[in-house]
């Protein structure tokens, strides 16, 4: 019989009433995933999300790998479904894992019944079925406390699935089902993993990024969006606004004192993002901020940033080490993209002694010179809207 994909849903188990939400929102993202691959049946029953092939020319290959992406699954499994029936369950076994099973030193067979009407509880099955397996595979041993395989049987109101072992799923909670975020994006290192972070707790993000031509390059905006897309693989399609930043990064240098560049700067970044995530409908914003890692990111100057918006604003690294953010970053697939070495706009005139305990009366103060209104007015007109999407099709 065909093969085809158990996905254990994680937290939404521990939904009460509103777990249904949860789970078509798990569908809804599931099916539209799936479709890129072909035809795909996708339904939950039992708190396991049923992700099976309709026709036979479906690229189970690459829908298994997107699986792993999906937000709310906790563990998947990729196995074959076949008649509940003892010997139908052991020929399955034998045709499915026996190749791999063949190459193992030692095994146990798990069981899980769920069909309460199968005449055999799960030991039994157990039992039956290694007994039988035992046989056959002579030259594996049996081993039910550490064994280096173990073959799964899942009895279910369907069918019965046999599987190996079962890998980890994306975790957190499926997309949409934690509201809207506009997410900071530069094109370093940590912005990305932040966004992932936010994403995973089913939010779905919109990105914002500030360039400064021509002291930033086209290819580090096209880099910018390379790192969307890739986030994307997670969170699904989002826009990426890309605010012109030029003017007001000039009109702080012409006119602020050099050691508030920086904290400026990060201001307008907020109240222009706050903007633009409101349109969005998005109601907070997110930044790969981390303490203590740079002059801007002390608890003094994130304090004097974060005062100029009322929005909420999530830094999902703040106590991360920086390898950590970079073990996640590369495991999502994003590190390459991000140590390319392009310029950022937080990079352009970067004072030489960045004030790392601002005040806000001093900033203020400082700000006073600029018209910040018409500033941020203008760099809005001035934001380009780029879809992204993780396929091209
Ligand atoms: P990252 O690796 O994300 O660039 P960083 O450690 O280099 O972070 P900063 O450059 O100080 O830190 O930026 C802190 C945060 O401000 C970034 O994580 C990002 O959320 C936001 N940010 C910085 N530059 C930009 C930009 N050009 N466009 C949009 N957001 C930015
Ligand atoms: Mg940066």
């Known amino acids: 019989m065909k093969e085809l994909f158990l996905l254990k849903l994680g937290e939404i188990v521990l939904k009460g009433q509103n777990r249904r939400v949860f ?20 339904s939950i029953r039992q708190s396991t999300l049923y992700v099976e092939p309709e026709t036979e020319d479906c690229d189970l290959d690459g829908a298994w790998e997107a699986c792993g992406t999906i937000f709310g699954v906790a563990q998947m499994c990729r196995c074959r479904a076949c008649e509940k029936d003892l010997d139908a369950i052991f020929r399955t076994v034998v045709a499915y894992l026996g190749d791999e099973l063949s190459a193992q030193k030692s095994f146990k067979v798990e069981s899980k019944r769920s069909d309460k009407r199968f005449p055999l509880n799960s030991i039994q099955i157990s039992q039956e079925i290694g007994g039988r397996l035992a046989e056959a595979f002579p030259h594996v041993a049996v081993d039910v406390h550490t064994p280096s395989y173990v073959v799964n049987i899942e009895v279910r109101e369907t069918a019965a699935y046999v599987h190996g072992p079962s890998v980890p799923g994306a975790g957190g909670l499926p997309t949409g089902t934690g509201g809207r975020a506009a997410v900071l994006l530069s094109g370093g290192i940590d912005s990305p993993v932040a966004g992932y972070m936010i994403a995973k707790r089913g939010v779905e993000i919109e990105c914002v990024h500030f360039f400064s031509y021509p002291y930033t390059s086209e290819r580090a905006k096209q880099k910018v969006l390379e790192l969307a897309r890739l986030m994307t693989r997670y969170c699904g399609r989002m826009t990426v606004d890309i605010v012109g930043f030029t003017e007001i990064q000039e009109a702080i240098r012409d006119r602020c004192r050099e050691e508030y560049f920086t904290i400026i700067m990060r201001r307008f970044m907020m109240r222009i993002a ?25 608890m003094d100057a994130m304090a004097v940033t974060g005062a100029v918006v009322s929005m909420p604003v999530f830094h999902p690294l703040i106590g991360m080490d920086k390898e950590e953010i970079v073990t996640i970053a590369r495991r999502i697939g994003t590190l390459d993209t991000s140590i390319l070495p392009y310029e950022d706009c937080c990079t352009v005139f970067t004072p030489r002694h960045p004030k790392t305990r601002p005040v806000l009366d001093q900033v203020e103060a400082e700000e ?19 879809a992204i999407r993780y396929y091209e099709d």
């Open 274 to 298: 706050q903007r633009i995530a409101a349109d969005h409908g998005a109601k907070c914003l997110v930044t790969g901020e981390n303490l203590g890692q740079v002059a801007s990111q002390t």
């Open 23 to 42: 789970e078509d929102k798990l569908k809804a993202v599931t099916r539209r995933r799936m479709a890129h691959f072909g035809a795909f049946r996708v």
């Open 368 to 386: 006073s010179r600029l018209d910040v209104d018409a500033l941020v007015e203008r760099a809005i007109e001035n934001t380009q809207k780029v």
